[in-house]
């Protein structure tokens, strides 16, 4: 999948905040049919510095404008893109 099918196919489904470390927030989305979706944003002090991240705050990839992303269903990597 190219990053333009993956935002359309996913770009809209709900993530959530789960994690942070070393200046990376990370977020994961899944799917009614259990398709889940996992990214991150920042990664170094000056990119995080302006962000608003709130653990209950909705976002989503195209809200996020993430560098990659990892697509699994049923523990398996089913697509994804990585920018970095």
Request: some cysteine; charged content about 25%.
């Amino acid at each position: 999948m190219t990053k333009q099918e993956i935002l359309e196919k996913y770009g809209k489904i709900n993530l959530k905040f789960t994690t942070y470390f070393k200046y990376e927030f990370y977020f994961l989305g899944v799917t009614e049919n259990g398709t889940q979706i996992y990214t991150s944003i920042g990664g170094c002090s000056s990119e995080i510095y302006n962000l608003d991240v709130s653990s209950d705050a909705k976002e989503t990839l195209i809200s996020l404008e993430t560098q990659w992303v990892i697509i699994t269903l049923n523990g398996k990597e089913i697509g994804g893109y990585d920018e970095r």
